[in-house]
């Protein structure tokens, strides 16, 4: 099936925001917020027509999720308890947008590591959970800034996007409309988040990572991994959910309802995702004569260590070491699409010619890919 073409990941980049925020600093805001809500609305919990709100902990949260810390592009505003976001000013339309700065550093890191320049690339997929603006797209800008000819396009597939993204470079070099592919996948994830709920305060960092996507024939690196297969999935569900969007304004009242920034029933999606990830990655290496024998690595998405250990256990049969499945979001926390190739991103050095690996994004929609790559 397909083209005789085949297809390698060539390059990646990874960009860091400058300012990290430990469990005990979001956790010390969280809760003197709390206080002063619970103190503001004391006369209404008392008579039981506001709920009082409970405090959160740091231990809680790496013992639940396994974060200790992350990255963001602005502190200040997120650990002010009377702001509780980043405070982002606004760009002028004349300036890049934030997301495409971040995506240039990765993208730029990306392309040095694949060994070519931008001039070589003609296509940009911007693969990510939440876009700056309707249109246009910011492939397109990115693809401007960087100087690249041929064509981009935004696509959204909320912590899947990269593997989708991944999926769909490896179509076009394969159906030969494109002839290397940069994928990039910038997340502000704290712009999205509610950092006012307990359930979720913790969960997000901001990243952008970038992958370089060409046909093996025409590699300029002797460190590619060649695409061997690529598998998507998805299953709607609600409980991953962000409703904001451009009808938001059609409905006046709902704009700064709950459900206009992120939101989640935790405990159901682990539920539910975990055994949907660990059965599309065992069927698709199955589909591919492979199995766990075969793996030396799994890159997966990076939301929760609990979760990612039952995926790789069922996939591996055994309980997955640090080397075999390792884990950054200690370090970055959730970052949606870009956790997976942090992981590949920093995690891929010491594979030997023909070793085998899968990267697994999953996350809302249901969505979930497999990509199973091997070392050249
Ligand atoms: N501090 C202290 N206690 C807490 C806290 C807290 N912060 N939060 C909850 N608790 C308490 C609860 O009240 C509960 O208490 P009790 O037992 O008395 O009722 C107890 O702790 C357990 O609560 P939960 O059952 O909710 O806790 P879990 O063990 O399930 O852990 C997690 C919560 C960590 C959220 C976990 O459920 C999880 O990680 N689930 C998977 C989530 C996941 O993978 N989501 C993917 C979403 S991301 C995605 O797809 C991309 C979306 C776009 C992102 C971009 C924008 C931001």
Redesign the pocket.
Known sequence: MGSNIRVAISGTGLYTPPFSVSNEELVTCFNSYVRQFNADNAEAIARGEVAAL?E??AA??EK??GIKSRYVVEKSGILDPKVMHPLIPEREISEPSIMCDMAVAAAKQALANAGISAQDIDAVIVAC??MPRGYPALAIEVQNALGIRGFGYDMNV??ASASFGIQAAYNAVKAGTASRVLVVNPEI?SA??EFRD???????GDVCTAIVVESVEGLCTDNAFEILATKLITQYSTN?M?NFGFLNRCAPGSENKRDKL?K?E??K??KE?TPMVAELIVTHLAENQLDAQHIKRLWLHQ??SN?NQLIAKRVLGHDASAEEMPLVLDEYA?T?SAGSIIAFHKYRQDFNSGEIGVISGF??GYSAGSIIVKHL
């Open positions: 409970e959160s902990s809680f949260i639940a999720s959970s939440n909320a912590c994830c999205h988040n307990r359930d979720c305060h913790f969960i997000f991953i962000n992120f989640q935790g405990r999606v682990f995702v939301a929760n979760m959730n949606s996350g809302a």
